[in-house]
């Protein structure tokens, strides 16, 4: 059963403290690996789109890779504006998304 | 460029109400999608459309009703609403994937919805 798994559930930093959430995924004929950030009351925001893996993506302070089981969003000297909750997504060989429950980022002043 | 707008932004029903959600897309994407949100559970995919006129049950339909009459528009209808069916529906729309891959998914604010 395809399958996408995120963590941790929560995740809280000081201000500059860098680290990264992971995502895990078990999707037969990947076709994508996608990321997004979600604000409170929000719809999610596309950040990300990963093919293959070894691939990186960067945007900003966020740089998101691929790897065969997982993908990482590594947050380097974070800002208090980078907090959200950030989903990942895979799309299998029937193109529809397998969502995670999400990794909540709170980043403290 | 107003991307994916939905109506309406909030909603209370009472149990056995029905009710219409719009979501309307101005990118004229083929794909739509309805989804909803739970507390602690990833985005659920209830409908979703490949094209106008053509509609397909996700993984959690029952209970709600699609039409796409227009390709810019999706219709997500609750015929007799249960407590159950509280959430935060999404509205998604992405473009025709033409290369083999998959294309970004664009969503809309959500509809907050209590069923009391």
């Keep these: 059963e395809d399958q996408v798994t995120q963590s941790p559930e929560a995740l809280r930093l000081q201000e500059g403290e860098s680290s990264s959430l992971n995502c895990s995924y078990t999707v037969s004929g990947l076709r994508g ?34 790897t065969k089981k997982e993908s990482f969003l590594h947050i380097t000297a974070p800002k208090p504006e980078d907090s959200a909750t950030y989903l990942c997504a895979a799309s299998g060989s029937n193109y529809q998304l397998i969502w995670g429950a999400g990794t909540k980022l709170i980043i403290k002043p | 460029n107003a991307g994916v707008t939905q109506t309406p932004k909030f909603r209370v029903l009472k149990t056995g109400q029905s009710m219409t ?20 559970m990833g985005l659920r995919l209830i409908h979703y459309s490949v094209g106008e006129g053509t509609t397909a049950k996700g993984e959690v339909p029952d209970g709600y009703n699609v039409s796409r009459l227009k390709k810019q528009n999706f ?42």
Excluded: I
């Excluded at chain 1, 719809?43 to 990300?48: I, V």
């Excluded at chain 2, 729309?93 to 009391?116: A, M």
């Design chain 1, 33 to 66: 690996l996608f990321w997004y950030r979600q604000d409170p009351g929000k719809g999610p925001e596309f950040l990300f789109t990963l093919y293959s893996a070894g691939e990186e993506k960067e945007k900003e302070r966020l740089k998101a890779t691929l």
């Design chain 2, 75 to 116: 219709l997500l209808g609750l015929e007799s609403a249960a407590p159950s069916q509280t959430s935060v529906y999404f509205c998604a729309s992405r473009d025709l994937d033409g290369r083999g891959y998959s294309y970004e998914q664009y969503f809309g604010p959500g509809t907050r919805l209590t069923v009391t």
């Design chain 2, 21 to 40: 959600l719009l979501c309307a897309q101005d990118m004229n994407h083929e794909y739509m999608y309805w989804y909803r949100q739970d507390p602690g």
